[in-house]
């Protein structure tokens, strides 16, 4: 018997964590997976704690009570009305589990903890409750994004689904697993992809002598990576997607490959982007300053895959 692929599904009770549930609901491979739908129980708030602290009253730990009856009983509300909109969009209810964990450590650190138990993937929003204008990643996402085990994280936008991906390639290896990754989750379901690499301007072509950038070797360049996106091509035409629905493109030129990359999805109506991590040795580049994190925060209607 096949073990069903298991994702995590990180909501926080809040309006914005329907979004979530409509992103899983559109796409159509989330079907066959076996989702976990999680929940960290929110704090008391710290005025509850000072009342008691500073008058000693026992109406003080009678409201702190009534709060935490009160908050549970909204979060079990919260998960039953996520569990049947799935359910309601053509999810089988043996494949959904519901699970509101009291916080041990921080919302983080104990997500991260639950994410090490197996899980082949992570669905989450780029911003929780604490919706701060201008924003584009919340706190929490962020210390995910850097810190999560070796496994995709899929951060879901408000763009309506197209089955519709560009894959922004880069190194070999994470390109590789990229494919995999597209492969393992969405082949069979009639998606098209484009598989872009994007070659920035040096900003030294106008330089001569020692520090011009020989044409020779930019088109060297060019061509590796042109034989990469074929092989890369050839994988996914093997796995099942048919030959006209995988397209190959590079650009060249540009001074940003993030913004470069976001311009080509919108221009080719993706509703998703997938990028892969650099690599085990720079775990946190993902958020700091990466071509990554960039895309994260310029694309912020589309979802992205980070494989």
């Given at each position: 018997?096949t073990v069903?692929?298991?994702?995590?599904?990180?909501?926080?009770?809040?309006?914005?964590?329907?979004?979530?549930?409509d992103?899983?609901a559109a796409?159509?491979?989330?079907r066959?997976?076996?989702?976990?739908?999680f929940?960290v129980?929110?704090?008391?708030?710290?005025?509850?704690?000072?009342m008691v602290?500073?008058t000693g009253?026992?109406h003080?730990?009678?409201e702190?009570?009534?709060?935490?009856?009160d908050?549970?009983?909204q979060?079990?509300?919260?998960?039953?009305?996520?569990?049947?909109?799935?359910?309601?969009?053509g999810?089988d209810?043996?494949?959904?589990?519901?699970?509101?964990?009291?916080?041990?450590v921080?919302?983080?650190?104990?997500?991260?903890?639950?994410?090490?138990?197996?899980?082949?993937?992570?669905?989450?929003?780029?911003?929780?409750?604490?919706?701060i204008?201008?924003?584009?990643v919340?706190s929490?996402?962020n210390k995910?994004?850097?810190?999560?085990p070796?496994?995709?994280?899929i951060?879901?936008g408000?763009?309506?689904q197209?089955?519709?991906?560009l894959?922004?390639?880069g190194?070999?290896?994470s390109?590789?697993?990229?494919?995999?990754?597209?492969?393992?989750?969405?082949?069979?379901?009639?998606?098209?992809?484009?598989?872009l690499?994007?070659i920035r301007?040096?900003g030294?072509?106008?330089?001569?002598?020692?520090?011009a950038?020989p044409?020779?070797?930019?088109d060297?360049?060019?061509?590796?990576?042109?034989?990469r996106?074929?092989?890369?091509?050839?994988?996914?035409?093997?796995?099942?997607?048919?030959?006209?629905s995988v397209?190959?493109?590079?650009?060249?030129?540009?001074?940003?490959?993030a913004?470069?990359?976001?311009?080509e999805a919108?221009?080719?109506?993706?509703?998703?982007?997938v990028?892969?991590?650099r690599?085990?040795?720079?775990?946190e580049?993902?958020v700091?300053?990466s071509?990554?994190?960039?895309v994260?925060h310029?694309?912020?209607?589309?979802?992205?895959?980070?494989?």
């Amino acid at each position: 018997m096949t073990v069903p692929v298991k994702f995590l599904v990180l909501l926080d009770g809040s309006p914005r964590s329907f979004h979530t549930l409509d992103y899983i609901a559109a796409v159509r491979p989330f079907r066959k997976f076996y989702l976990v739908l999680f929940q960290v129980m929110g704090e008391v708030p710290e005025y509850y704690w000072d009342m008691v602290a500073e008058t000693g009253s026992v109406h003080g730990i009678q409201e702190i009570e009534r709060w935490q009856r009160d908050a549970k009983r909204q979060s079990e509300a919260f998960m039953a009305e996520a569990r049947d909109r799935l359910v309601s969009s053509g999810f089988d209810d043996g494949r959904i589990e519901t699970r509101l964990h009291a916080r041990v450590v921080g919302v983080a650190r104990d997500i991260l903890e639950e994410a090490k138990r197996g899980y082949d993937g992570v669905v989450m929003r780029r911003r929780g409750q604490g919706n701060i204008k201008g924003v584009v990643v919340g706190s929490v996402a962020n210390k995910l994004l850097s810190r999560l085990p070796d496994i995709p994280v899929i951060l879901a936008g408000v763009r309506n689904q197209n089955k519709k991906m560009l894959l922004a390639v880069g190194g070999a290896e994470s390109a590789d697993r990229m494919v995999a990754t597209v492969t393992a989750m969405i082949g069979g379901y009639d998606y098209r992809i484009e598989l872009l690499h994007v070659i920035r301007d040096s900003g030294r072509n106008d330089l001569q002598g020692a520090g011009a950038i020989p044409a020779d070797m930019v088109d060297r360049f060019a061509g590796d990576i042109k034989k990469r996106l074929h092989d890369l091509r050839e994988k996914l035409i093997l796995a099942g997607f048919a030959p006209d629905s995988v397209t190959e493109t590079i650009t060249q030129g540009v001074t940003s490959r993030a913004e470069a990359i976001v311009a080509e999805a919108e221009a080719r109506d993706c509703s998703t982007i997938v990028m892969g991590r650099r690599g085990p040795s720079d775990p946190e580049d993902i958020v700091t300053g990466s071509v990554c994190s960039k895309v994260i925060h310029r694309g912020r209607e589309l979802t992205v895959w980070i494989t």
